[in-house]
């Protein structure tokens, strides 16, 4: 018998605006389920770009997933513009961006703000320090989920260019490392230096088309 979640994700897939989930309060926490596999070692053993579904492909994937959040789907249209448009400016690939809010806050853009080990505030859609948050509420104009996603571009854009800043699977992971636990083991980026250890390999299957 399918699940309640399969159930609802049907009904969103085929008539988006024939859902609304409450939405979560503001101290509200995402569970992340464990992906499929589990990629550990230096950049070569994640997997290669060439396996990553493309940017509609992977927006019509994880839309369903955002709208169960609590997220309105206008809200979700704004976070597809805002990873195509602030992508284009700092010349990230919006497939990277969209897999790094799923992560983060599977794109709930009322999702509260987080604290590190070290006591340090992490908010809105990209989790990031120093970013612009709105918890608890959805409903956002367009301004306020880019401020939220440039926030988190402009961090990830730093960790690229320490990594060489391009768009490549050697500087990708790398910068992925770095964003989550802010320092790297480059023969293992799975080692989380007390971050999320999976956080790459977790990143790298989003970009292939696993959703949560």
Not at 47 to 57: L, N, V
Not at 62 to 73: F, K, L
Not at 101 to 123: D, N
Not at 188 to 205: C, E, H, M
Request: hydrophobic share 35%; proline share 7%; aromatic share 12%.
């Amino acid at each position: 018998m399918p699940s309640l979640k399969s159930f609802l994700l049907a009904i969103t897939a085929v008539a988006p605006g024939a859902f609304a989930s409450p939405v979560p309060g503001a101290n509200s926490t995402s569970v992340v389920d464990a992906a499929p596999q589990w990629y550990s070692g230096p950049w070569y053993n994640f997997p290669s770009m060439g396996t990553w579904r493309s940017f509609d492909e992977l927006y019509n994937i994880h839309s369903p997933y955002m709208a169960m959040t609590g997220s309105t789907w206008g809200d979700i249209e704004k976070i597809r513009a805002s990873c195509l448009n602030i992508g284009a400016q700092y010349g990230v690939d919006p497939r990277i961006i969209l897999a790094m809010i799923m992560q983060e806050s599977h794109g709930y853009v009322g999702v509260r703000t987080t604290y590190s080990w070290e006591g340090i505030p992490t908010a809105g859609l990209m989790q990031c320090w120093g970013c612009q948050g709105y918890p608890g509420r959805v409903n956002l104009s367009q301004q306020e989920i880019d401020n939220m996603v440039r926030g988190g571009v402009e961090h990830y854009k730093g960790n690229l260019r320490n990594w060489g800043d391009a768009m490549t699977e050697s500087c990708v992971y790398p910068a992925l490392r770095e964003y989550n636990s802010g320092n790297v083991n480059p023969n293992d980026l799975s080692d989380g230096r007390g971050a999320t250890p999976g956080y790459v390999s977790d990143v790298a299957q989003r970009l292939q088309g696993w959703a949560d």
